[in-house]
């Protein structure tokens, strides 16, 4: 367990009030440090809880800060807050599981769109990066796509798309964001959704959030399309505008998250569970934003140049 947590179970336990003589059992639920630990604690009628502590000091404090500011707003899509500890935070164990260990349910998807569009309504101002412009955050310059294995000929004819898709980026709504709303990071019940993981939360491009769960989440073209105009409804946006918007950048989301892959797969290294997560999420994402889920005429045309066999 020290090897997850820095702070003490004693701490964990004074900070629920509970004694310390309490009876309690620990789960990580991976073998890299930072991972989150469930928590049971008493017996009879236990608490199911799950401690949060992220390895770098700057993301715990900002997941800290970020939920403290979610629960002050009543947000409802977010697990609660039951202690802070040091860098690490105490919250209530959600009932269900992600995309990542199970299909969505029913309903849960949709769920999970309605979630991210009350977040992105939030009258919030925490996290990061709230000093900086869109253009500031994503300045021009050329993805470099030789790292993802694409050949000189795919490459010049995808550069002036790519650089209007970063137009349309710029251009697209920007606020509070989770900015990293990946599968793994938004549990699912039927009918219901979840966010949890604020470390990285703050100021960014809202439609990388719908972006990041669709491509992570197993979801077809056809209901990655449905589901963002569901999104688009719940935030007064045209259904159609919407879903070739995400559709379009999620292309840029997912070159971008494929271009970190080889160092999320170093700081994985020998926790099997995380880097089984992450190759599924690679073959999701690169499947994903390969197929038409919009209308962009954009996209098409980025499509056409990168996997023009395809």
């Not at 995309?99 to 769109?113: D, K, L, N, Y």
């Not at 960014?204 to 990655?224: H, K």
């Not at 599924?280 to 996997?307: N, P």
Request: hydrophobic share 45%; aromatic share 6%.
């Amino acid at each position: 367990l020290r090897q997850h947590l820095v702070v003490s179970p004693e701490e964990i336990l004074d900070a629920l009030g509970y004694p310390a003589e309490t009876p309690f059992d620990w789960e990580p639920s991976g073998e890299t440090p930072g991972t989150p630990t469930r928590l049971i604690v008493g017996g009879g009628r236990p608490l199911h809880a799950v401690v949060r502590e992220p390895v770098e000091n700057d993301a715990a404090m900002n997941h800290q800060a970020v939920s403290e500011a979610l629960g002050k707003a009543g947000y409802a899509f977010a697990p609660k807050l039951l202690a802070r500890v040091g860098t690490a935070t105490v919250e209530v164990s959600l009932p269900g599981a992600t995309a990542m260990q199970f299909v969505p349910p029913p309903g849960s998807a949709e769920a999970a769109m309605r979630a991210l569009a009350a977040l992105h309504s939030l009258p919030v101002r925490e996290g990061l990066d709230w000093g900086r412009s869109p253009d500031v955050m994503f300045p021009p310059g050329e993805l470099p796509l030789h790292r993802l294995g694409f050949s000189a000929t795919e490459r010049e004819p995808s550069r002036e798309p790519l650089g209007e898709a970063l137009a349309y980026l710029l251009a697209s709504p920007f606020g509070f964001a989770h900015r990293n709303a990946v599968a793994s990071n938004v549990v699912l019940a039927p009918g219901q959704a979840w966010l949890c993981d604020f470390s990285t939360s703050g100021y960014g491009p809202q439609l990388f959030d719908i972006a990041a769960f669709l491509l992570t989440s197993g979801i077809e073209a056809p209901g990655r399309r449905a589901l963002a105009a569901a999104y688009a409804r719940e935030r007064g946006l045209s259904p159609d505008a919407a879903a070739g918007l995400v559709d379009l950048l999620g292309i840029l989301w997912g070159m971008q998250w494929l271009l970190e892959v080889p160092r999320r797969l170093i700081t994985s290294l020998g926790d099997d569970a995380t880097t089984a997560a992450l190759r599924l999420m690679i073959a999701r994402i690169d499947k994903g934003i390969r197929q038409r889920a919009g209308d962009s005429v954009v996209a098409e045309r980025i499509r056409a140049a990168l996997w023009p066999r395809q």
